[in-house]
């Protein structure tokens, strides 16, 4: 399978939203559709196409079909120790029928680059203890950093 990531455009909204809040799409692999409203969907989209905002997303596109089969959504903010700002990966998704073909980590290497290009001085991100399938990639293209996430509670 031949594909080409690129960042996010306009005419993407339709096929996103799909892979985002659609059946078989990354919020209901977290099982959070009663959270994510058409409201916040609308709005995170249009922070990635905005410029001024430090909301990304990079999308892989299948060149045999040209659909989108993948995304990868990350951040850039200060970080206290550092001069450089900090670059977080928010969200990692392919498509079921395309797993196992090298999308997901294209995906991670492309947010690696465009770090790179944004100055940041870090790339990281979180996974559920449980999610061993991400894990086998993530072991394969960066390191545990021996931090534990806590959140306020709800
Ligand atoms: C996690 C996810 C993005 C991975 O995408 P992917 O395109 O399948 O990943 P890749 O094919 O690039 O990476 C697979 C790598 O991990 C390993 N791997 C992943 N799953 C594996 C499995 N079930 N068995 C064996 N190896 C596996 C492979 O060895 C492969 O390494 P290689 O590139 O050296 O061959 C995808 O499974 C997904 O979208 N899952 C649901 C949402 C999710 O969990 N997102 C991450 C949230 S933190």
Redesign the pocket.
């Known amino acids: 399978m031949s594909v080409v990531i690129r960042p996010i455009e306009a005419k993407d909204k339709e096929e996103w939203v799909n892979l985002w809040t659609g059946p078989g799409g ?1 919020i209901e ?1 977290y099982k959070s559709l009663d959270k994510i409203t058409p409201e916040i969907t609308n709005t995170t989209f249009e922070r990635f196409l905005d410029s001024n905002d430090p909301t990304y997303c990079n999308v892989a596109i299948d060149s045999s079909t040209n659909k989108i089969i ?1 995304f990868a959504t990350y951040l850039t903010h200060r970080n206290t120790w550092t001069i450089e700002d900090s670059c977080y990966l928010n969200d ?3 498509c079921e029928s395309n ?7 294209k995906l991670i290497n492309s947010v690696y680059e465009d770090a790179d290009k944004l100055g940041c001085g870090k790339t990281y ?1 979180h ?1 559920q203890f449980e ?1 061993h ?2 894990q ?2 993530y072991t ?1 293209v960066g390191v545990k950093d021996g931090f534990l996430k806590y959140s306020r509670p709800e």
Do not use: E, I
Not at 99 to 105: A, H, S
């Open positions: 990354y692999f993948g990692l998704f392919v797993r196992l073909g090298g999308v997901g980590r991100w996974t999610n399938r991400a086998l990639l394969k």
